[in-house]
């Protein structure tokens, strides 16, 4: 067994467009257009771009929420679009998600215990007085106290509603959590808090994480290695060192360009992109990004560029590099 505990080949996710409920298909939202990654045991790969690029539609059809168009999403080198509904249950149990808004995500009629307690049912893991145990150490693990469990998500924080969802992600003893934007609902401070428990868990439980966020100051602060997603294609990969001291595509630069500086009277060069982000119903030919690209040639309009090696793991796809 490869040390790769996720990798996704060719993956894309098309939307197709219909004008009424019995027409036919007015075109595709190509939400993922072909991505190539992989996550190694232990690490926490971060995800990052810009909104609608793509980044939660990947994290769904690696969980099998989604079923994707084509490509393949391989877990523990298996691949997953061939299991059977048993096999998929079991797998289920290996990976979890962190959702985005802390509260919605958590069904109001539910306390705290019958919420962290829901997966312990559905996969028949622990019962009675043991499963009240392992609900109540899942508490104070993320931070709360036991006697929280008989209240429901509105008399919580949103702080302590992203805490509960963590705690049910805990639950099953996953191996791979997707963090889908887990603190962007979040205070500064309480953001804080929240990456310093994942960090926390991830060291004591040997969880591994696909952390999706559009902010890179998070993105920096939790990940190992970083992938740059823009319209559905992922545009750069790197460790985190590499990435944010040497970025090589210009979409990169000008997103890291725009983190604002933390020294007093400090200055920086400012990349700004001209136009807009293009409709993923009508991507552009060739490099989905020439139409903002300051360096943009003849061939970016008509060939879409590879996912190179520049060496040392990192990859850009770009003509110029």
């Known amino acids: 067994m490869s040390d790769k505990l996720i990798e996704v080949r060719k993956l894309k ?34 995800l990052v771009g810009e909104s609608g690029c793509g980044k939660s539609t990947t994290g769904r059809l690696i969980l099998r929420l989604l079923e994707p168009t084509a490509g393949e999403v391989y877990f523990e080198d298996r691949e997953l679009s061939g299991l059977c509904p048993a096999e998929v249950r079991e797998m289920r149990r290996k990976m979890q998600v962190i959702f985005q808004d802390p509260y919605s995500s958590l069904d ?16 028949r893991l622990e019962r009675g007085r043991a499963k009240e145990e392992k609900i109540l150490q899942l508490l104070e693990t993320v931070g709360l106290q036991t006697e929280h469990r008989r209240r429901f998500p509105h008399e919580f924080s949103g702080g302590q509603r992203q805490r509960i969802g963590i705690a049910r992600s805990l639950a099953v003893d996953p191996k ?9 609902a979040l205070d500064v401070s309480i953001q804080a808090q929240i990456i310093n428990l994942l960090k926390k868990l991830q060291k004591e439980l040997k969880l ?19 992938a740059v997603m823009y319209l559905g294609r992922i545009v750069e990969l790197a460790s985190k060192p590499t990435l944010y001291a040497s ?16 020294r007093p009277g400090g200055k920086k060069r400012r990349i700004i992109l001209k136009g807009d ?11 989905h ?33």
Do not use: W
């Open 289 to 321: 990004f020439h139409p903002r690209c300051k360096e943009a040639a003849d061939v970016c309009r008509h060939a879409v560029p590879e996912l190179k090696d520049l060496g040392g793991g990192h990859f850009c796809a770009c003509h110029m590099r």
């Open 13 to 46: 996710k098309h939307f197709p467009l219909r004008k009424g409920l019995f027409s036919p298909s007015a075109g595709a939202v190509r939400a993922v257009d072909g991505v190539d990654l992989h996550v190694f045991r232990g690490e926490t790969l971060g």
């Open 277 to 287: 982000v293009p409709s993923p119903v009508d991507p552009p030919a060739g490099c």
């Open 176 to 184: 791979l959590i997707i963090c889908d934007e887990p603190v962007s």
């Open 208 to 226: 591994t994480y696909l952390f999706i966020s559009h902010d890179l100051s998070v993105i920096k602060h939790i990940s190992d290695r970083v």
């Open 247 to 262: 970025p090589q595509h210009p979409y990169t630069q000008a997103l890291l360009s725009a983190i604002p500086t933390m």
């Open 108 to 123: 109001p009629r539910m306390t705290v215990e019958n919420i962290v307690g829901e997966g312990l049912r559905i996969h």
